[in-house]
T-cell receptor, first 113, second 116 residues
Framework: AQSVTQLGSHVSVSEGALVLLRCNYS??????LFWYVQYPNQGLQLLLK??????LVKGINGFEAEFKKSETSFHLTKPSAHMSDAAEYFC???????????FGTGTSLTVIP | EAGVVQSPRYKIIEKKQPVAFWCNPI?????LYWYLQNLGQGPELLIR????????DSQLPKDRFSAERLKGVDSTLKIQPAELGDSAVYLC??????????????FGPGTRLTVL
């Protein structure tokens, strides 16, 4: 079965510090991987996605993620946190062959001034 | 370009009452998704349409939930009768391509349902 695990339901960082949000997946076939962000009272918005091209994926708002097959990970990073980055972040995995799409449970990011 | 539109934004009903949610996807998008999001959880797919065909409804509780997408455009999700455990946010999303599991999904703001 395919699934996605986000370690840490809450992460706090200081403004200007590195943001690291963790995502691990389990899949028997190469997956497609996504990071979505949800601001309060808004719908989810795509940050970036991995579709088997470059393993380092750059997204919007300065975020990037690296697909590491050996670690079955797709961690999201940003070099310097901004107050506006405070939101809920969801990792998602898509396995086309299995016709399956799953979101993780989310990580709430707090940015401390 | 208008985004995904959902209505109502908020709904409060008593248990055993029926409720319906409406979604208008982005114009031209072939795939439409309904998700349920419980507090503190990620969205869970209820049903996925490609045009007017429900291609995945395996997670839809069919004893009380129903959905339709007439003419392959807007969609309605219905619950009858509602139970206390149905209190959640119901999200609608759309994507351009059919077979859209790899395509970017665009989400509406959701409908927050409270069942008393």
């Amino acid at each position: 079965a395919q699934s996605v695990t986000q370690l840490g339901s809450h992460v706090s960082v200081s403004e200007g510090a590195l943001v690291l949000l963790r995502c691990n997946y389990s899949s028997s076939v190469p997956p497609y991987l996504f990071w979505y962000v949800q601001y309060p009272n808004q719908g989810l918005q795509l940050l970036l996605k991995y579709t088997s091209a470059a393993t380092l994926v750059k997204g919007i708002n300065g975020f990037e993620a690296e697909f590491k097959k050996s670690e079955t990970s797709f961690h999201l990073t940003k070099p310097s946190a901004h107050m506006s980055d405070a939101a809920e972040y969801f990792c998602a995995v898509s396995v086309v062959a299995g016709n399956q799409f799953y979101f993780g449970t989310g990580t709430s990011l707090t940015v401390i001034p | 370009e208008a985004g995904v539109v959902q209505s109502p934004r908020y709904k409060i009903i008593e248990k055993k009452q029926p409720v319906a949610f409406w979604c208008n996807p982005i114009s031209g998008h072939n795939t439409l998704y309904w998700y349920l999001q419980n507090l503190g959880q990620g969205p869970e797919l209820l049903i996925r349409y490609e045009n007017e065909e429900a291609v995945d409804d395996s997670q839809l509780p069919k004893d009380r939930f129903s959905a339709e997408r007439l003419k392959g455009v807007d969609s309605t999700l219905k619950i009858q009768p509602a139970e206390l455990g149905d209190s959640a946010v119901y999200l609608c999303a759309s994507s351009l391509l059919a077979g859209g599991l790899t395509d970017t999904q665009y989400f509406g703001p959701g409908t927050r349902l409270t069942v008393l």
